[in-house]
Nanobody
Framework: QVQLVESGGGLVQAGGSLRLSCAAS????????MGWFRQAPGKEREFVAA????????YYADSVKGRFTVSRDKAKNTVYLQMNSLKPEDTAVYYC????????????????????WGQGTQVTVSS
């Protein structure tokens, strides 16, 4: 079956960096878009970043633009989220997601666009 497994989360001080990875197995997503979402305690899941199937288009939430970078390695069936200049408000569980459909995503910022989800990895930023 399809599995998305996130890694790379942890505890970091404000201003620090982390790199999250999401390894997919069970099928290839080389022709599908993938994304990152996060959920803080007591809040709804929110969009963070997404990348198109060919890496030509990258989408970011305004709150992370200029600090986070999404990328992918098709050969490894893996998507990454490089997070720099982290802030305490970035503290959340970060989820990787993948679209079952191929080609350009129509709603990359909405969780409804995605069919597969990872279990999440905790990111905690201390002040």
């Amino acid at each position: 079956q399809v599995q998305l497994v996130e890694s790379g989360g942890g505890l970091v001080q404000a201003g620090g960096s982390l790199r999250l990875s999401c390894a997919a197995s069970g099928r290839t997503f080389r022709s599908s878009g993938m994304g990152w979402f996060r959920q803080a305690p007591g809040k709804e899941r929110e969009f963070v970043a997404a990348i198109s199937w060919n890496s030509a288009i990258r989408y970011y939430a305004d709150s992370v633009k200029g600090r986070f970078t999404v990328s992918r390695d098709k050969a490894k069936n893996t998507v990454y989220l490089q997070m720099n200049s982290l802030k305490p408000e970035d503290t959340a569980v970060y989820y990787c997601a993948a679209d079952r459909s191929t080609g350009t995503m129509s709603r990359p910022r909405l969780p409804q666009e995605y069919d597969y989800w990872g279990q999440g990895t905790q990111v905690t930023v201390s002040s």
